[in-house]
Antibody, heavy 121, light 109 residues
Framework: QVQLVQSGAEVRKPGASVKISCKAS????????LHWVRQAPGQKIEWMGW????????KYSRNFQGRVTITRDTSATTGYMDLSGLKSEDTAVYYC??????????????WGQGTSVTVSS | EFVLTQSPATLSLSPGERATLSCRAS??????LAWYQQKPGQAPRLLIY???NRTAGIPARFSGSGSGTDFTLTISSLEPEDFAVYYC???????????FGPGTKVDIK
């Protein structure tokens, strides 16, 4: 069965970086792109970026430009999201979600369970 | 800036009642509009894609309609497990940006 399993909760100090993993199984990894989104407490869901897992091509939200790096390891069928220069406002739950390439209008049908990141001094 | 607006913010209903949730886009999105359900502590769950298509496994009581800038999610008869937050989402063609609405919370009256 399709699964996206994310790494565990993280606590960081302001200014630090965090790298979250998203391990995919049950499907052909490079046949789907991966989005990364986040949800701060009581806030709406915010898109961070996307990766073509086959080519490695990435697109980022302007809101995170320069601070976020999305990568993948095809041999490990794992996607990664690295966020640097952490601030307290980055405290949120971070999700990965898969999406088909050519019929992307079908939406993101499988999501990771979420990774809580707390930024506090 | 492209924005999705949802109304109402909260909908208080009883099991068995009909729920009608609205989503309005600041500019036309043709039909690239999806609906997600989120329960506390869980990831969003895809219900409807392309405005009116139910994802596999989603009960028939969920239906979506609309095009252009105005969209509706209808739950014909609320079940206890349907009390949750519902988000509409637009996926831009390119770049592949996702925009979510602020959500509508459906709670028990």
């Amino acid at each position: 069965q399709v699964q996206l399993v994310q790494s565990g909760a993280e606590v960081r100090k302001p200014g630090a970086s965090v790298k979250i993993s998203c391990k995919a199984s049950g499907y052909t990894f490079i046949s789907y792109g991966l989005h990364w989104v986040r949800q701060a407490p009581g806030q709406k869901i915010e898109w961070m970026g996307w990766i073509n897992t086959g080519t490695g091509d990435t697109k980022y939200s302007r809101n995170f430009q320069g601070r976020v790096t999305i990568t993948r390891d095809t041999s490990a069928t794992t996607g990664y999201m690295d966020l640097s220069g952490l601030k307290s406002e980055d405290t949120a739950v971070y999700y990965c979600a898969r999406e088909p390439y050519y019929d992307f209008w079908r939406g993101q049908d499988y999501w990771g369970q979420g990774t809580s990141v707390t930024v506090s001094s | 800036e492209f924005v999705l607006t949802q109304s109402p913010a909260t909908l208080s209903l009883s099991p068995g009642e009909r729920a009608t949730l609205s989503c309005r886009a600041s500019q036309s999105v043709t039909s690239y509009l999806a609906w997600y359900q989120q329960k506390p502590g869980q990831a969003p769950r895809l219900l409807i894609y392309d405005a009116s298509n139910r994802t596999a496994g989603i009960p028939a009581r969920f239906s979506g309609s609309g095009s252009g800038t105005d969209f509706t999610l209808t739950i014909s008869s609320l079940e206890p497990e349907d009390f949750a937050v519902y988000y509409c989402q637009h996926r831009n063609n390119w770049p592949p940006r996702l925009t979510f609405g602020p959500g509508t919370k459906v709670d028990i009256k």
